[in-house]
């Protein structure tokens, strides 16, 4: 379980001081699909970093189970994060030069497994994600779809059972759009936490819950 006590982000000092979160609580349960909603410029993705553990709170606290994570020190937070978090993007955040199954290799550089066994889980995500006649590609090779199937099978080679997404379909039509939903669903169905950041109605209504964030505050949202 992800806990979030009053959490607040300032960014930059005097005349350019900005509070982007402004004392947000929130609660996301293990194997739970939450919608995060929002404008633009609303707080969403400091908000997600945070969740992450790609940056800290001003103040407040975050736990994950009993674990207080904004005050772990900077190596055991990117232990934390390498070892629970997959990150999903709008914009893909591959490597432009690499092909995709040497993208979905990328986390397991920092993992002790033998070759075979990385070959193994790679294989096998490659598979999952329909990306076997495209594994040599590089992503300028590859569809909008195609590249984000590819950051979900990095997002999943560590084993991560938090999945955090930063607008995944932003940059997709609505067909890929719905197809990225559907895996999204189904690696939640299967026990991983998922929470996608979004500013479109019609996919935060394929979680199960949507909260909205307003200003650096959180709401909560019928759904
Ligand atoms: N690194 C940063 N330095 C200064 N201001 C930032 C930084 N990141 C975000 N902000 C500001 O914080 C507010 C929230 O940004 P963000 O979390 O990116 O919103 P969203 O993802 O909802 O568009 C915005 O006003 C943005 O300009
Ligand atoms: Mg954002």
Same mark, same amino acid.
């Given at each position: 379980?992800?806990?979030?006590?009053?959490?607040?982000?300032?960014?930059?000092?005097?005349?350019?001081?900005?509070?982007?979160?402004?004392?947000?609580?929130?609660?996301?349960? &293990?194997?739970?699909?939450? !919608?995060?909603?929002?404008?633009?410029?609303?707080?969403?993705?400091?908000?997600?970093?945070?969740?992450? &553990?790609?940056?800290r709170? %001003?103040?407040?606290?975050?736990?994950?189970?009993?674990? $207080?994570?904004?005050?772990?020190?900077?190596?055991?937070?990117?232990?934390?994060?390498? $070892?629970?978090?997959?990150?999903?993007?709008?914009?893909?955040?591959l490597?432009?030069?690499?092909?995709?199954?040497?993208?979905?290799?990328?986390?397991?550089?920092?993992?002790? @497994?033998s070759?075979a066994?990385?070959?193994?889980?790679?294989?096998? @995500?490659?598979?999952?994600?329909?990306?076997? =006649?495209?594994? *040599?590609?590089?992503?300028?090779?590859?569809?909008?779809g195609?590249?984000?199937?590819? !950051?979900?099978?990095?997002?999943?080679?560590?084993?991560? =059972?938090? @999945?955090?997404?930063?607008e995944?379909?932003g940059?997709l039509?609505?067909v890929?759009?719905?197809?990225?939903?559907?895996? @999204?669903?189904?690696?939640?169905?299967?026990?991983? %936490?998922?929470?996608?950041v &979004?500013? *479109?109605?019609?996919?935060?209504?394929?979680?199960?819950?949507?909260?909205?964030?307003?200003?650096?505050i959180?709401? =909560?949202?019928? =759904?």
């Amino acid at each position: 379980m992800i806990t979030l006590k009053n959490i607040h982000k300032t960014y930059g000092k005097g005349n350019n001081r900005l509070e982007a979160l402004k004392g947000v609580d929130l609660t996301i349960n &293990t194997g739970e699909m939450l !919608a995060i909603m929002g404008a633009s410029g609303s707080g969403k993705t400091t908000l997600l970093n945070i969740i992450g &553990t790609i940056d800290r709170p %001003t103040s407040g606290e975050y736990y994950i189970d009993s674990v $207080r994570m904004d005050e772990l020190s900077v190596k055991e937070m990117a232990v934390f994060r390498n $070892r629970v978090f997959g990150f999903v993007m709008q914009d893909y955040s591959l490597i432009s030069h690499y092909s995709a199954i040497k993208n979905i290799m990328l986390p397991l550089h920092y993992i002790k @497994l033998s070759r075979a066994e990385k070959k193994l889980r790679v294989m096998r @995500l490659i598979e999952a994600m329909k990306l076997e =006649n495209r594994k *040599d590609a590089l992503p300028s090779q590859m569809s909008g779809g195609q590249k984000q199937r590819v !950051a979900i099978a990095r997002a999943l080679v560590n084993d991560a =059972n938090i @999945l955090l997404c930063d607008e995944p379909t932003g940059a997709l039509d609505s067909v890929t759009a719905m197809e990225i939903m559907s895996i @999204l669903k189904k690696l939640n169905s299967e026990g991983r %936490t998922v929470v996608i950041v &979004t500013h *479109d109605q019609s996919i935060a209504k394929k979680c199960d819950r949507i909260v909205e964030i307003k200003d650096g505050i959180i709401f =909560n949202k019928a =759904n």
